[in-house]
């Protein structure tokens, strides 16, 4: 059974930081990509950050400079570190394991999500 379980979202003030982990249980971790998502209320799902087996990383314009993703592959963990957070980072953060062998076949996995908020 495929797990990943997210924690260390919660509330912080603009210009804080918080550190995000997923820890995935059921999928051989090193060969997946690891990601992390968001979705703000009453918007689409998109890409924070992405990070491949071989340490390739890919983040969205709006958080680079800020956010960094990293991965434990002795820990089977994913790290988010979000610093200089602004209100318009609040959203829901969703962990993602993906695995593709071609164009049309793999395996995508998701998490529960965290819910971050940046309020003053």
């Known amino acids: 059974q495929v797990q990943l379980v997210e924690s260390g979202g919660g509330l912080v003030q603009p210009g804080g930081s918080l550190r995000l982990s997923c820890e995935a249980s059921?999928?051989?971790?090193?060969?997946?990509?690891m990601g992390w998502y968001r979705q703000a209320q009453g918007k689409q799902r998109e890409l924070v950050c992405t990070i491949s087996s071989g340490g390739g990383i890919n983040c969205a314009d709006s958080v680079k400079g800020r956010f960094s993703i990293s991965r434990d592959k002795a820990k089977n963990t994913v790290y988010l570190q979000m610093n200089s957070l602004k209100l318009e980072d609040t959203a829901v953060y969703y962990c993602?394991?993906?695995?593709?062998?071609?164009?049309?076949?793999?395996?995508?996995?998701w998490g529960q999500g965290t819910q971050v908020t940046v309020s003053s």
């Open positions: 059921g999928i051989s971790f090193s060969i997946y990509t």
């Open positions: 993602n394991a993906r695995y593709s062998w071609n164009a049309r076949s793999g395996y995508d996995y």
